[in-house]
């Protein structure tokens, strides 16, 4: 098995095997802009985001060391002793560990309802805390976190563009960034999951990883089209599609190692242990990290060969390589230009001359 994935590496590195990111760009960029529209549709569809209580506001009751964790009798507290209560949802955060999150309560409200959890799950008085957390503190956390991501966004373009050389490669990066933001929080919403300052982190953690595998493509493409002009055996889209294929097991090989610790949290921790509060920030990793690789691959590197592709000098280089294949220019001829126009007919008048009259 260990050989076998070798040698698929190697075969990629020496393009020996290849998949086709770049010449089937169109399809690849086209199904991501599809994806990128249905993600922004779906909480606009689903009438807007699962947001957590930190950006609603509303009342919160934690009750610990609980034996029997079944969130019905917890439901059922609510209902009884609060019958005005709205958006009331009981959860498992942890082992032996319940949450209640429900609309804001009145001070009597708030009172009847610790009481009532209290007598419902068994447990004393101070095993049940409860809090009211404003909506102002979640507005306050969304503008923070667009503040950052439009920052986050100005500096990764302008350093992109310093490093690479190239504005170009900074608009591709943006686009595959926006793919993997995008779609990432449409999943999340179609999925139902609550959005809390945690999965907040998280989107904004997969922003990051995305970023460096962007980069380390990146670095191989300019790698492979540095003085591309010269050669007359491959072109600009050859050498991109190159540079991703000889990249794709680094990627792949990234990316299981960024999952499988957070699917570690994800599917152990926060699904069978219980552990609730691990359930959104490793999710929106989980699903970020993977989506992420995707965005480069079939995003970011597609669009930067769709912008360099209609440039003339690569529109040059790429006909006269097609012009050597064909046998039309020899191998190290200089350089033509192929968008000249072919010169004139030239009238020559030939004058006799009597050689017999001398």
Same mark, same amino acid.
């Given at each position: 098995?260990?050989?076998k994935?070798?040698q698929?590496g190697n075969?990629?590195?020496?393009?020996?095997? &290849?998949?086709?990111f770049?010449?089937?760009?169109?399809l690849w960029l086209?199904?991501a802009?599809?994806?990128v529209?249905?993600?922004?549709?779906v909480?606009?569809?689903?009438?807007?985001?699962?947001?957590?209580?930190?950006?609603?506001?509303?009342?919160e009751?934690?009750?610990?060391?609980?034996v029997?964790?079944?969130? &019905?009798i917890?439901?059922?507290a609510?209902?009884?002793?609060?019958p005005?209560?709205?958006?009331?949802r009981?959860t498992?955060?942890?082992?032996?560990t319940?949450?209640?999150?429900m609309?804001e309560?009145t001070?009597?409200?708030?009172?009847?309802?610790?009481?009532?959890?209290?007598?419902?799950y068994?447990?004393?008085a101070?095993?049940?805390t409860?809090?009211?957390v404003?909506?102002?503190?979640g507005a306050?956390?969304?503008?923070?976190a667009l503040?950052?991501?439009?920052?986050?966004?100005?500096?990764?373009?302008?350093?992109?563009?310093?490093?690479?050389r190239?504005?170009k490669?900074?608009v591709?990066a943006?686009?595959?960034?926006?793919f993997?933001?995008?779609?990432?929080?449409?999943?999340?919403a179609?999925?139902?999951f609550e959005?809390?300052?945690?999965a907040?982190?998280g989107?904004?953690?997969?922003?990051?990883?995305?970023?460096?595998?962007?980069?380390?493509?990146?670095?191989?493409?300019?790698e492979?089209t =540095?003085?591309?002009e010269?050669?007359?055996?491959?072109?600009?889209a050859?050498?991109?599609n190159l540079a991703?294929?000889?990249t794709?097991?680094?990627?792949?090989?990234t990316?299981?190692v960024?999952?499988?610790p957070?699917?570690?949290?994800?599917?152990?921790?926060?699904?069978?242990?219980?552990?609730?509060t691990l359930?959104?920030?490793s999710?929106a990793?989980f699903?970020?990290?993977?989506?992420g690789?995707?965005g480069?691959?079939f995003?970011?590197?597609?669009?930067?060969a769709?912008?360099?592709?209609? =440039?003339?000098?690569?529109?040059?280089?790429?006909?006269l390589?097609?012009r050597?294949?064909?046998?039309q220019v020899?191998e190290?001829?200089e350089r033509?230009?192929v968008?000249?126009?072919?010169?004139?007919?030239v009238?020559?008048?030939?004058?006799?001359?009597?050689?017999?009259s001398?």
């Amino acid at each position: 098995m260990a050989n076998k994935l070798a040698q698929f590496g190697n075969e990629l590195h020496s393009g020996q095997r &290849s998949f086709g990111f770049v010449p089937k760009r169109r399809l690849w960029l086209t199904i991501a802009l599809a994806l990128v529209v249905l993600a922004a549709l779906v909480p606009v569809v689903r009438g807007g985001f699962n947001l957590g209580i930190e950006f609603r506001g509303g009342s919160e009751f934690t009750v610990s060391q609980v034996v029997d964790t079944d969130i &019905s009798i917890g439901q059922q507290a609510i209902a009884d002793a609060a019958p005005e209560a709205t958006d009331v949802r009981v959860t498992n955060i942890a082992a032996g560990t319940v949450r209640a999150q429900m609309s804001e309560l009145t001070d009597d409200e708030t009172l009847a309802v610790g009481q009532a959890l209290q007598s419902a799950y068994g447990v004393s008085a101070d095993q049940v805390t409860s809090s009211f957390v404003g909506p102002t503190w979640g507005a306050g956390v969304t503008r923070q976190a667009l503040v950052g991501l439009v920052w986050f966004i100005l500096l990764v373009m302008i350093g992109m563009a310093l490093y690479f050389r190239t504005w170009k490669m900074s608009v591709s990066a943006i686009a595959g960034l926006i793919f993997t933001i995008v779609t990432t929080v449409g999943l999340y919403a179609l999925i139902g999951f609550e959005i809390t300052p945690s999965a907040i982190i998280g989107f904004l953690t997969v922003l990051s990883y995305s970023l460096y595998d962007t980069v380390v493509v990146f670095d191989k493409i300019r790698e492979n089209t =540095e003085g591309l002009e010269k050669r007359r055996d491959t072109t600009f889209a050859e050498q991109v599609n190159l540079a991703v294929n000889q990249t794709l097991v680094r990627s792949i090989n990234t990316s299981i190692v960024g999952i499988l610790p957070v699917g570690s949290i994800l599917f152990i921790g926060a699904l069978l242990l219980g552990a609730g509060t691990l359930k959104d920030l490793s999710l929106a990793l989980f699903v970020g990290i993977i989506i992420g690789t995707l965005g480069t691959l079939f995003v970011a590197a597609p669009a930067y060969a769709a912008l360099r592709l209609g =440039e003339k000098g690569v529109r040059e280089h790429t006909e006269l390589v097609r012009r050597a294949r064909q046998g039309q220019v020899e191998e190290g001829d200089e350089r033509e230009d192929v968008d000249a126009q072919p010169a004139a007919p030239v009238m020559v008048t030939v004058h006799s001359v009597n050689l017999d009259s001398k």
